[in-house]
């Protein structure tokens, strides 16, 4: 689409609604199709509210917001609170949203639509006091036609209810309300329908390429129309590579149109260089006409059952995370920023792709997977018919099925990113006949819109009684565990392809240490049985020598992997920490321990352990902290490549050096602790690469600040994620300090979330004050629509303070 996103400006509380809205809608002056951002001056109520739909309910008392918004994250954590500590611990309810806006006389030729990327869950629409519609599951986009119902030229409210009372509905957490983006979208009464282009390249070499598009044209005039359909391929610069004109009659309501484009030379997208084209599909008629945008990135992949996985021709590996939907402090409100950062760490770590577990997307990570180079598994559901919990999608799958995954594939089909469907995660019933039929049907719906990609499910019992597998509908053998299965693959299943669909989950709490380091401490399979093993504070070892008894470690998760050819890829669980299943323990736990990074956003150890295997970039990271008691035998663990090995020395003594053998994937020394620098130099032919240099840190003395980024836009939904970190006077974190540090801001910005990576913590996201967390905290500032220095301080009792500058334009 072409998003024509409007400049808001603050008004005056009486006029805010009206003229917000008003310039919200501004687009409405232009020919052919606007989208208009949606998102500013809503009013919400958190309760249930008697007729919230009608025109007369008196809201002036609702709280004024802007959308995405998430109202579990603004609450107290709590063991009662009906989720469960599985799914956050934080509150649900249900929430009622409206929003009153003008739509000018001169678009009642027009037609006006509302379009939710997602409401969670179970939301009702109504527009001037008529229902629209009702969409149960919390994760799908839809879209309504408002335009029989308003008054052009007068006001019009749209009330939106949300019910997210009924729990537990969700396995981790879910977030609740409008929160992802919300768009008014107008055309003409001819125009691309909603998701209405579908853009394939049946050929594509380094020397030529075919693009196939089809495009789904709605005529909503009742009469014959005649019309001129151009379209044409732009490159990354914008300029048209090829294009091609038909003249036609449209004569129904909804006509299929196909064109076929050629280009010489392309650029193909890979995960190195994501090259990005655009085709635009132009609409011309007499009294009609249409602008419609669809990214495109040309490639080409197979899955090998030998081989393994090939983009563009070229053999590799999917080096994959599985991720939640949920932005840490910031609750499920989307925004772009947050899983931007999240994506540039993740590739930094050498990851290139992203499964969405377990269900549909936000569109603006499918965007940035486009623009990034991640290879997508795109999952739809987490159950089937039975149930996980008891009030899960479960209820609303035989009624709802069918028009869910049929939108999730119609938005997400153009996607370069996207080449994997999933339809399922861990489904009750792969053991079941059951699956035989329901298995085949969601991959008929898959394949009746697209062809051109394999699916898959996710299973924990991949064995040959799974009736998933056995029903010959998957293309893909997606295992969840079962690691030392793999080398036997082809034995059970000859000839198959096979893609490993979520691994490891390895247990890690950032800048926590028990040793010894080299010995496993296994969390039980079942969740009614305790971790003997674990530590009354419901911390975990950063060793990698913790994992839960279906799983296993990252290293020896990654060793067999890197084994065997035939193997495609993986998908670690998970890329980040979450909110909900705070495994290996439960309440006053609340969020995971999985993450390579933490919720925060601040690595723990074994994101270095994937750096040095997964990137040509020189590593040398050696943990852990040196701050203990003295004569304690301490392991320190060093992961480290693009050297031959590794010398460590303690306050100038060298103890040795060491260096990878066989399958190992870090060295190991025992250290006797003695106060002072622990220093490791890796070397390659006998000469320096790094150098890495730990120190004995003294007493906490003063705050540093380090912004992601001190230059962020003023459009009110920017981001600068601000490090604080304990320093002792010789500017050396100090790995045990959990100082209260206090904020303030000025200037044109506030506080979106504070943070500090610590799965136990119950104090609230949405403060202007944090403890640190083994050394670490984090502010999340979040920027108005005005220009200006935003100054953000930290203070905290004893220490000196820090001040920070950004500039917002």
């Known amino acids: 689409m072409l998003l024509h ?15 917000m809205v008003l310039f919200a809608l501004k687009g409405y002056s232009q020919p052919g199709r606007t989208v208009a951002d949606f998102d500013k001056g809503w009013r919400f109520n958190l309760g249930d509210v008697a007729g919230g739909e009608k025109l007369d309910v008196k809201d002036g008392t609702w709280r004024v917001l802007d959308l995405p918004h998430d109202w579990s994250i603004e609450g107290k954590f709590s063991k009662e609170n009906p989720a469960t500590p599985e799914g956050g611990a934080l509150p649900g309810g249900i929430g009622w949203y409206r929003k009153t806006f003008t739509v000018p006389a001169s678009a009642k030729n027009k037609l006006v639509y509302i379009d939710f990327d997602g409401v969670y869950q179970k939301s009702t629409v109504w527009i001037n006091g008529h229902n629209l519609g009702f969409r149960p599951n919390g994760y799908i986009s839809f879209r309504y036609d408002l335009t029989p119902y308003l008054n052009f030229g007068g006001t019009n409210t749209i009330a939106v209810k949300v019910d997210n009372s009924v729990q537990p509905n969700s396995r981790w957490y879910s977030g609740s309300g409008i929160y992802r983006n919300v768009w008014l979208t107008t055309t003409d009464k001819v125009a691309v329908d909603h998701w209405g282009t579908y853009v394939i390249t049946p050929s594509v070499t380094d020397k030529a390429a075919e693009v196939k598009v089809v495009a789904s044209i709605l005529n909503a005039t009742r009469a014959q129309q005649p019309v001129t359909i151009t379209t044409t391929l732009l490159n990354a610069e914008g300029k048209a590579v090829a294009t091609t004109t038909e003249n036609t009659v449209l004569k129904d309501a909804s006509t299929r149109f196909t064109q076929d484009l050629k280009i010489n030379n392309p650029i193909l997208w890979s995960v190195e260089k994501p090259y990005l084209y655009k085709v635009l599909t132009k609409i011309s008629g007499k009294n009609s006409a249409d602008s419609y945008t669809t990214p495109i990135g040309i490639r080409y992949f197979n899955f090998d059952a030998d081989k393994g996985f090939s983009l563009n021709g070229k053999l590799m590996k999917i080096l994959g995370v599985c991720d939640h939907h949920d932005l840490g402090s910031l609750g499920a409100a989307i925004n772009t920023r947050a899983l931007e950062r999240q994506l540039q760490m993740l590739k930094a770590m050498g990851c290139n792709g992203i499964r969405t577990s377990h269900n549909p997307p936000a569109p603006e990570l499918l965007d940035l997977c486009d623009k990034m180079g991640f290879i997508v598994m795109d999952e739809a559901f987490d159950c089937w018919e039975w149930q996980k ?83 010959g509908a998957i ?32 247990l890690e709490m950032r800048g926590h240490y028990d040793m010894p380091s080299d010995s496993i401490r296994v969390w039980p399979s079942r969740y009614d049985k305790p971790f003997t093993d674990g530590n009354p504070d419901n911390s975990v070892s950063a060793y ?55 919720l925060a956003g601040f690595p723990k150890d074994v994101y270095y352990m994937y750096q040095s295997e997964w990137t040509n970039k020189t590593v040398l990271h050696i943990f852990p902290h040196w701050n203990w008691t003295p004569g304690k035998m301490v392991d320190v663990w060093a992961f480290y490549n693009n050297a031959d090995e590794v010398e460590l020395f303690l306050n100038g003594k060298s103890l040795g050096t060491k260096k990878k053998l066989g399958e190992d994937l870090h060295i190991m020394w025992r250290v006797k602790y003695e106060p002072g620098t622990l220093k490791a130099v890796s070397r390659k032919n006998g000469k320096v690469v790094l150098i ?18 001190k230059n962020i836009k003023a459009d009110g939904k ?26 303030k801001v000025s200037g044109p910005g506030f506080i979106a979330g504070v943070d500090n990576g610590d799965e136990v913590s119950h104090d609230p996201f949405k403060a202007n004050y944090r403890k640190a967390f083994n050394g670490l905290a984090l502010a999340i500032i979040q920027t108005k629509e005005k220009a200006g220095n935003i100054t953000f301080t930290a203070t905290a009792a004893g220490l000196k303070s820090a001040t920070t500058v950004l500039q917002v334009k």
């Not at 997606?478 to 893609?499: C, L, Q, S, V, W």
């Not at 890495?692 to 980024?709: M, N, Q």
Request: net charge neutral; charged share 25%.
């Open 5 to 19: 996103k409007a400049f808001f400006t603050k008004m005056a509380r009486p006029l805010c609604l009206f003229i």
């Open 389 to 471: 919990v008891k009030y899960d999608y479960h209820l609303y799958f035989k009624e709802w099925h069918k028009r869910d995954l049929e939108d999730q594939v119609l938005r997400d089909r153009n996607h370069p990113s996207v080449m994997i469907w999933s339809i399922g995660n861990e489904i009750p019933q792969q053991g079941d006949t059951t699956a035989l039929r329901i298995a085949p049907e969601l991959a008929g719906i898959v394949h009746s819109l697209d062809k051109t990609r394999p699916i898959t499910t996710a299973n924990d019992n991949p064995g040959k009684g799974n009736k998933i597998i056995q029903s």
């Open 475 to 506: 293309d893909l053998i997606g295992y969840n565990y079962h690691e030392f299965d793999y080398a036997t693959f082809h034995d059970r299943y000859p000839g198959k392809k096979f893609i490993a669909t979520e691994t490891t989950s390895g």
């Open 544 to 598: 990698d020598n913790v994992r839960p008894g279906w799983g296993s470690t990252h290293e020896a998760t990654w060793k067999v992997m890197k084994k065997y050819d035939f193997l495609s890829g993986m998908f670690i669980w998970t890329g980040w920490d979450y909110l909900g299943e705070p495994t290996p323990y439960s309440w006053p736990s609340r969020s995971s321990y999985f993450g390579i990074i933490d």
């Open 692 to 709: 890495r240099e730990i120190h004995t840190a003294g007493a906490p003395a003063k705050i540093e600040l380090v912004a992601d980024r």
């Open 718 to 743: 920017d981001l600068s994620f601000i490090t604080v970190k304990i320093l002792d006077k010789d500017g050396n974190v100090v790995p045990n300090a959990d100082n209260l540090v206090n904020f």
